[in-house]
């Protein structure tokens, strides 16, 4: 990544401003500041400070950043960084052998974890909503075959978790 605060995006755009755009903002703005957070080693108060002051919702290096649900964006990160010596064994075991968690990019790692925290604890939200959202948020930093990691990666931690929902008719 060029930049070590923020990775470079292309636009993740959902237009307008009903609750699905406002939660997928708070999906991609969840990712970024767990980025920020792996890479440059920032608190979770810090972080949750800077993105909801300079970031959400504003225009940022020339990028409209879209509002986003806050109450989910706080959930999501804080539920990866309180989870996280769960959820990192998960996505471990998920992962094609001899790819380990610390060898995947940081925004990869962050995509996962994001996930896999809305699989295990966001039962309100359908497994394939979670795992299709977090392969649209993957898609606005990585080629097609990272975003097809993200999904089985994700779609095998759902069966786990959810596995009532991927054998009803």
Do not use: C
């Not at 990712?31 to 940022?60: C, K, P, R």
Request: glycine share 8%.
């Amino acid at each position: 990544m060029a930049d070590s605060k923020k990775p470079a995006i292309k636009k993740p755009v959902p237009k307008g401003d009903r609750k699905a755009n406002r939660r997928g903002a708070a999906r991609l703005a969840a990712v970024q500041a767990l980025y920020q957070m792996d890479i440059g080693g920032a608190g979770i108060n810090e972080t949750f400070a800077e993105f909801e002051s300079h970031w959400i919702g504003n225009e940022v290096e020339g990028d409209q950043y879209l509002p986003a649900e806050a109450a989910f964006f706080r959930d999501v990160v804080s539920g990866v960084v309180r989870d996280q010596k769960k959820l990192d064994p998960l996505i471990d075991d998920a992962l094609a052998k001899g790819w380990p968690l610390a060898r995947i990019d940081a925004i990869l790692r962050a995509v996962m974890r994001a996930g896999a925290y809305e699989l295990e604890h966001r039962k309100d939200i359908p497994a394939r909503v979670v795992v299709s959202e977090y392969v649209d948020v993957a898609h606005a930093f990585v080629e097609k075959d990272e975003t097809g990691m993200v999904n089985a990666v994700l779609d095998q931690i759902a069966r786990q978790f959810r596995e009532d929902e991927f054998t009803r008719g």
